[in-house]
């Protein structure tokens, strides 16, 4: 049985056999990464995600190849959706933090620059590799400018490929966000974006504009 391409993202492809039994096809690397480049600069728009913000990137890149998580990462897609994130990163000057496996208690990979502009950001001693971090964090690890591992982080934003479960990183409120692309290759694409906390009672206002009309109405 072949499955149907058509819900993905599009593209070229070439048949593959995961042996299983079960024919897939197998997403072009280059389509792989022009949706990913897609979908995060919508997530920075929705989210208006600016300079020094920090954006989380989860990855399973055995499901973009239509595998199941954890049990057939591959660089050559790693290399793409990193190359996509770095074309982002350059115009928008985020800071990407790549989610490593759970094997790694889902720590993330940075640029140790973070550190200094988030101070409360934990530095733990791990080299991620493919069987244990994942491939994306992996191939991050090894292509950041001075890259380490943090414990944990809350990011202003967070891009999930594959369904890697990237909440315990995201600041309080997350707002879940929809991508005009739904599929990487095979994997289903999740984002969100946060928001600072709604406090007060019934007379609490939340916009500029309601502030402005409440000036002349104090008691």
């Given at each position: 049985?072949?499955?149907?391409?058509?819900?993905?993202?599009?593209?070229?492809?070439?048949?593959?056999?995961?042996?299983?039994?079960?024919?897939?096809?197998?997403?072009?690397?280059?389509?792989?990464?022009?949706?990913?480049?897609?979908?995060?600069?919508?997530?920075?728009?929705?989210?208006?995600?600016?300079?020094?913000?920090?954006?989380?990137?989860?990855?399973?890149?055995?499901?973009?190849?239509?595998?199941?998580?954890?049990?057939?990462?591959?660089?050559?897609?790693?290399?793409?959706?990193?190359?996509?994130?770095?074309?982002?990163?350059?115009?928008?000057?985020?800071?990407?933090?790549?989610q490593c496996c759970e094997h790694l208690n889902r720590a993330l990979v940075v640029e140790r620059a973070i550190l200094g502009k988030y101070p409360q950001l934990e530095e733990v001693s791990v080299i991620p590799v493919r069987k244990a971090g994942g491939s994306m964090a992996a191939y991050a690890y090894r292509h950041l400018t001075d890259a380490c591992v943090v414990e944990t982080i809350s990011a202003h934003a967070g891009l999930d490929i594959g369904d890697t479960l990237i909440g315990m990183h995201l600041r309080r409120v997350a707002v879940p966000a929809r991508p005009s692309i739904r599929s990487i290759g095979h994997a289903h694409v999740n984002m969100a974006y946060t928001r600072p906390k709604l406090i007060g009672g019934e007379r609490a206002v939340y916009s500029s504009e309601r502030a402005e009309a409440a000036r002349d109405s104090c008691d």
């Open positions: 049985m072949q499955t149907d391409g058509a819900a993905g993202s599009g593209g070229a492809y070439s048949a593959s056999e995961p042996g299983n039994g079960i024919t897939v096809q197998q997403p072009d690397p280059d389509r792989i990464g022009a949706d990913v480049e897609t979908v995060l600069r919508e997530l920075v728009e929705i989210g208006k995600v600016s300079r020094g913000q920090i954006v989380v990137i989860g990855t399973s890149t055995s499901e973009v190849m239509g595998r199941r998580i954890g049990t057939a990462g591959t660089e050559q897609v790693a290399e793409k959706i990193f190359q996509a994130v770095e074309a982002v990163r350059r115009d928008i000057g985020l800071y990407p933090a790549f």
